[in-house]
Nanobody, 115 residues
Framework: QVQLVESGGGLVQAGGSLRLSCAAS????????MGWYRQAPGNLRELVAQ???????NYADSVKGRFTISRNNAADTVYLQMNSLKPEDTAVYYC?????????WGQGTQVTVSS
């Protein structure tokens, strides 16, 4: 059973930085696409960034140039470095893995950016 454990959320002032981590377990063959999504109150969950095992990345337009996704395949871990944070980045951030046709989600970690 795939499990995802996130860490690194918190409260930060606008312009600050946070780094999220997500440790995946439950696959003997590594993980396919890993990514981060976020959901603000009253909004739908939206893609923030994705990364393939070879390191190809995809970002939402709203975070390009400010956020960086990376992964450590040996440790089955994905990271999200968030710089120049804005109040509109406030949301619950969810780690995601798409594996064997199934979407798996972490429990979510709250990121709050104060103005």
């Amino acid at each position: 059973q795939v499990q995802l454990v996130e860490s690194g959320g918190g409260l930060v002032q606008a312009g600050g930085s946070l780094r999220l981590s997500c440790a995946a377990s439950g696959s003997s063959f590594g993980f396919n696409v890993m990514g981060w999504y976020r959901q603000a109150p009253g909004n739908l969950r939206e893609l923030v960034a994705q990364i393939t095992p070879s390191g190809a990345t995809n970002y939402a337009d709203s975070v390009k140039g400010r956020f960086t996704i990376s992964r450590n395949n040996a440790a089955d871990t994905v990271y999200l470095q968030m710089n120049s944070l804005k109040p509109e980045d406030t949301a619950v951030y969810y780690c995601n893995v798409y594996q064997a046709g199934v979407d798996y989600w972490g429990q979510g970690t709250q990121v709050t950016v104060s103005s």
